[in-house]
């Protein structure tokens, strides 16, 4: 889904309610996605006291291995925000990957994520569609879109499973990077939930 029209199918999802002020935007309070354990409600906090919390307010991490990613990690990824993001898990046109280790999938992630740890991403792309064949993947019939996330724009695990998936046979072009990753999506107050199996 190149075309990227969701602006216009998220104005339909929801409208702000009259105590709510906080929304994604002007016209959309919310988004509900489906999850492997029902429907969920993604929105931003209201409290307009709220603050991040650690680990999200760490502004400077060592570089290595902490070093500010590229807006796309490999030439014909296309990068994503907080909106393509929503769009996608509303529609359930691709998939939405979190890359980073399991442990912090299990702490928190976006709702609708599943978990492929950066580490297992190129062995695991029959999860994605592509076919083993002796010298590899083969990634030829419909491949879904998937999105890729980890921790935020100084995280590599993303990136680095967007590489090797490429490198392992996956079409460059079927990959989103969200560079902002838990870090944005936090500071946004967006629904944040502990990752299930």
Not at 27 to 52: C, F, K, N, W, Y
Request: aromatic content about 10%.
């Amino acid at each position: 889904m190149r075309a990227i029209l969701f602006f216009f199918c998220l104005g339909a999802v929801s409208g702000p309610a009259a105590a709510d002020e906080v929304g994604i935007t002007k016209d959309i309070m919310s988004v509900t996605v489906q999850t492997a354990d029902g429907p969920v409600e993604i929105m931003r906090h209201q409290d307009t006291d709220a603050r991040l919390e650690e680990p999200w307010v760490q502004t400077s991490r060592p570089c290595p291995n902490f070093c500010i990613q590229p807006m796309s990690p490999a030439s014909g990824v296309t990068p994503v925000g907080e909106l393509e993001v929503l769009e996608f898990l509303r529609s359930g046109d691709a998939l939405v990957v979190d890359g980073r280790i399991r442990s912090e999938f299990e702490e928190g992630t976006i709702p609708g994520a599943i978990s492929v740890p950066y580490t297992e991403a190129a062995d695991r792309l029959g999860e994605f569609g592509c076919e083993i064949d002796f010298d590899g993947w083969i990634c030829e019939a419909e491949v879904p879109d998937v999105v890729l996330f980890c921790n935020g724009p100084w995280c590599g695990q993303s990136p680095t499973a967007a590489r090797r998936m490429i490198k392992a046979g996956f079409p460059a072009e079927k990959i989103y990077y969200y560079r902002g990753g838990m870090q944005s999506w936090n500071m946004l107050g967006l629904t944040v939930i502990p990752g299930g199996s």
